[in-house]
């Protein structure tokens, strides 16, 4: 498992990076993929190391993809008044000072 595990880690980063552009999300994806395959293992023990490896990569894509999903069907809400009145922000304090004054 430690090997196929190890062999797949390039393709967990690949995937991160394609799916859900964040490199940190590899970590969490083969995590869930050697649980995944963990199970897998306990079921069909007399596997070959090459079918672990495609097991495991092809848990890694899966779960890549739903997690990407998972993001974009994310509610957004809002106006564009209340995404401006974000980006303007407060005045600096020299500028409220002369605002006062006058």
Same mark, same amino acid.
């Not at 079921?43 to 097991?55: I, Y």
């Given at each position: 498992?430690? !090997? !196929?595990?190890? !062999?797949?880690?390039?393709? !967990?980063?690949?995937? @991160?990076?394609?799916?859900?552009?964040?490199?940190? @999300? %590899?970590?969490?994806?083969? /995590?869930?993929?050697?649980?995944?395959? +963990?199970?897998?293992? +306990?079921?069909? %023990?007399?596997?070959? /190391?090459?079918?672990? #490896?495609?097991?495991?990569?092809?848990?890694?894509?899966?779960? %890549?993809?739903?997690? @990407? @999903?998972?993001?974009?069907? &994310?509610?957004?809400?809002? +106006?564009?008044?209340?995404? &401006?009145? #974000?980006?303007?922000?407060?005045? &600096?304090? &020299?500028?409220?000072?002369? %605002?006062?004054?006058?």
């Amino acid at each position: 498992m430690e !090997a !196929a595990a190890n !062999a797949a880690w390039p393709y !967990a980063v690949l995937c @991160a990076w394609t799916y859900l552009n964040d490199h940190a @999300a %590899a970590h969490d994806i083969m /995590d869930l993929s050697v649980e995944n395959v +963990s199970g897998y293992i +306990s079921r069909h %023990a007399d596997c070959s /190391d090459k079918k672990l #490896l495609s097991r495991t990569k092809s848990v890694i894509k899966r779960r %890549a993809q739903q997690e @990407a @999903a998972k993001r974009n069907r &994310e509610i957004q809400f809002g +106006s564009l008044i209340d995404m &401006e009145k #974000l980006y303007i922000g407060q005045p &600096e304090a &020299e500028q409220r000072v002369y %605002a006062n004054r006058t």
